[in-house]
T-cell receptor, first 110, second 112 residues
Framework: NAGVTQTPKFQVLKTGQSMTLQCAQD?????MYWYRQDPGMGLRLIYY???????DKGEVPNGYNVSRLNKREFSLRLESAAPSQTSVYFC?????????FGPGTRLTVT | AQSVSQHNHHVILSEAASLELGCNYS??????LFWYVQYPGQHLQLLLK??????LVKGIKGFEAEFIKSKFSFNLRKPSVQWSDTAEYFC??????????FGAGTRLTVKP
């Protein structure tokens, strides 16, 4: 089991560029999540997907879109990146025992 | 709005000192509670969790936490810290099992 995987690990974007962060899990979990981590603010929920075909906004959804492509994959898209989106992004999936986190993507927007 | 508060932003201790990190949450209903640790340059690792039952939960690496429902608290403790415990610690609360909110984190520095 690879658990939760994320690509890329690092990314630098210019303001206005777009990109998609990929996340996949091989644990057959229904629920998947995207968080961002910023110094002094902990992790904040961007979007989540309770099951294949559904997505819901979290605490900080503005500037992001998500796609639950299938049960395994949950992608996060930045259509027009802004410096305020410089952060570390974590994907997670969940079962009854708890949350499982990916290794993170460090994104810098200049 | 539901929130999670961690009272200490940065704690500095000497090795062998005892540790207690505070965590309070705002929601009065059924919750699941977690403590995660993040070592420098690494991703989150689960230390311990509380779903139900005994409110004193034991986790990995000698950590434990106590759920006090009347105080909406879930404080993390360790009797004797080591230099290798230097990390950032996050309290997290799941309110409806489809969402998890994190505290801002507490950075722990253990001096050898």
């Amino acid at each position: 089991n690879a658990g939760v995987t994320q690509t890329p690990k690092f990314q630098v974007l210019k303001t206005g560029q777009s990109m998609t962060l990929q996340c996949a899990q091989d644990m057959n979990h229904n629920s998947m999540y995207w968080y961002r981590q910023d110094p002094g603010m902990g992790l904040r929920l961007i979007y989540y997907s309770a099951s294949e075909g559904t997505t819901d906004k979290g605490e900080v959804p503005n500037g992001y879109n998500v796609s639950r492509l299938n049960k395994r994959e949950f992608s996060l898209r930045l259509e027009s990146a802004a410096p305020s989106q410089t952060s570390v992004y974590f994907c997670a999936s969940r079962n009854d025992r708890g949350w499982y986190f990916g290794p993170g993507t460090r994104l810098t927007v200049t | 709005a539901q929130s999670v508060s961690q009272h200490n932003h940065h704690v500095i201790l000497s090795e062998a000192a005892s540790l207690e990190l505070g965590c309070n949450y705002s929601y009065g209903g059924t919750v699941n509670l977690f403590w995660y640790v993040q070592y420098p340059g690494q991703h989150l690792q689960l230390l311990l969790k509380y779903f139900s039952g005994d409110p004193l939960v034991k986790g990995i690496k000698g950590f434990e936490a106590e759920f006090i429902k009347s105080k909406f608290s879930f404080n993390l403790r360790k009797p004797s810290v080591q230099w290798s415990d230097t990390a950032e610690y996050f309290c997290a609360v799941s309110y409806n099992n489809n969402d998890m909110r994190f505290g801002a984190g507490t950075r722990l520095t253990v001096k050898p």
